[in-house]
Nanobody
Framework: QVQLVESGGGLVQAGGSLRLSCAASGRTFGSYVMGWFRQAPGKEREFVAAINWSGGHTYYADSVKGRFTISRDNAKNTVYLQMNSLKPEDTAVYYC???????????????????WGQGTHVTVSS
């Protein structure tokens, strides 16, 4: 099992940037594919980005491609989401997620989300 704790959310103006972090507990962090999801008010939770154990495979939702970058530091058991050129429609609660899948490839697309963090709020003002 893995426990996930997000941080880094906040209020930012449109066009600005934020970096979210997700700290994971457990000794097998490298065997998990990590991802980010978000849920805007009144909407369903949607996939944002995923990254495999080595960082060599990443996958993004079309809505964030070219603006968001997912990365991970296995030595720190942490995954990041760098969000640039933020838009008001990026406002949501952002959740870190993990699947135990050491063989994930970006061709697989969105991850399932077997484990979840508690979420961190991101608000983008216009």
């Amino acid at each position: 099992q893995v426990q996930l704790v997000e941080s880094g959310g906040g209020l930012v103006q449109a066009g600005g940037s934020l970096r979210l972090s997700c700290a994971a507990s457990g000794r097998t962090f490298g065997s998990y594919v990590m991802g980010w999801f978000r849920q805007a008010p009144g909407k369903e939770r949607e996939f944002v980005a995923a990254i495999n154990w080595s960082g060599g495979h990443t996958y993004y939702a079309d809505s964030v491609k070219g603006r968001f970058t997912i990365s991970r530091d296995n030595a720190k058991n942490t995954v990041y989401l760098q969000m640039n050129s933020l838009k008001p429609e990026d406002t949501a609660v952002y959740y870190c997620a993990a699947d135990h899948d050491p063989y994930y490839r970006h061709s697989e697309g969105p991850i399932r989300g077997d484990y979840w963090g508690q979420g961190t709020h991101v608000t983008v003002s216009s």
